[in-house]
């Protein structure tokens, strides 16, 4: 039979649940969620089921429940619901970002995750990028912008997207093209997202694809194009140093020619008039899809 936890203290215990130990204390005297076997005169020590109350607090705020509300659910918790069972009901995507940039900030990546995965499994890749994870990702980044702090929330949210992403991507077992579209990020481009946004909005309409990642090099980009001939080439460069023309103008020849699609804010559209751009996911779709004959 395991030990017992040692009961912790104010400072461990909000480094557990991802609060301030102000928080913990406010808490305390406004909901009366502290410590259960508290002395007068004694040190604070949280135990087991406290922190559970506590972290259960925690995520009920972060999905937008009253403290007060949140308080009550919590005390009548016995620590035994996990927190991955919450049920979340949001009015708006506005309100749905909020409770996920909150969720973010204190790193609870359980809940960043399920609530991602379900806004893309209910309204897919496209909608949920643009009305939701974009939205998150400006939230997150100007924090940083503005406050020099939040580099290891940007790190978090960008891996948990990733893994979103990812997971949405089911097995195309008929595709409308038989030679897969190539994708790839640029020059030293290492802001490449989008990109994995683009190949699962992409699988969500049956298109193939070859994703070469960040950085490709043109020698990458000329082989595969050699080998595979596909249908469109989509290069993303997000800095202006990594948007250079030389990187579809010197793909070599093949045919039919692929139709060569740029996006990304680094382009110059006056440097590079011969070709396609697109401003936004939804774009992109469309574009390829054209390549591909849809």
């Keep these: ?21 102000a928080t913990l204390r406010t808490w305390d005297r406004r909901y009366g969620l502290g410590p259960s076997e508290h002395q007068a005169g004694a040190h604070r020590r949280y135990c087991a089921l406290d922190v559970a109350r506590l972290m259960m607090m ?12 949140a308080a009550e659910i919590a005390k009548s918790d016995n620590g035994k ?9 949001f ?16 790193c609870d990546s359980a809940f960043t995750e399920s609530e991602l995965k379900k806004d893309v499994t209910a309204h897919g890749v496209v909608s949920s990028w643009s009305e939701v ?43 409308h093209n038989a030679q897969p579209v190539l994708l790839a990020a640029v020059g030293q481009e290492i802001h490449c997202l989008a990109l994995h946004a683009l190949v699962a909005a992409l699988a969500e309409r049956r298109i193939k694809t070859h994703y ?51 996006g990304g804010p680094g382009w110059d559209r006056n440097e590079c008039s011969d070709v396609a751009f697109v401003e936004d996911l939804e774009q992109a779709c469309q574009e390829i899809g054209r390549a591909v004959g849809l």
Excluded: Y
């Design 81 to 89: 619901t996990p927190l991955a069972k919450i049920k979340h009901s």
């Design 133 to 175: 994870i974009a939205p998150l990702l400006i939230l997150v980044g100007k924090t940083w912008e503005e406050t020099d702090k939040g580099i290891a929330a940007e790190h978090l949210l960008t891996e948990i997207i990733k893994n979103v992403l990812r997971d949405s991507i089911k097995e195309i077992k008929i595709a």
């Design 58 to 69: 925690r995520r009920l705020i972060s999905t937008g429940v009253a403290p007060c509300q």
């Design 212 to 262: 070469l990642g960040a950085r490709t090099p043109m020698a990458a980009l000329s082989t595969m194009v050699s080998r595979s001939a596909p249908p469109a080439v989509f290069l993303w460069a997000q800095l202006k140093e990594n948007a250079q023309p030389e990187f579809f103008r010197g793909l070599p020849d093949v045919r039919p020619a692929p139709r060569i699609v740029l």
């Design 1 to 21: 039979m395991p030990a017992p936890e040692e009961p912790l203290t104010v400072a461990a215990t909000a480094r557990r649940v991802g609060v301030a130990p």
């Design 91 to 106: 009015q708006s995507r506005d309100e749905l970002v909020s409770a996920v940039f909150k969720a973010v900030q204190i």
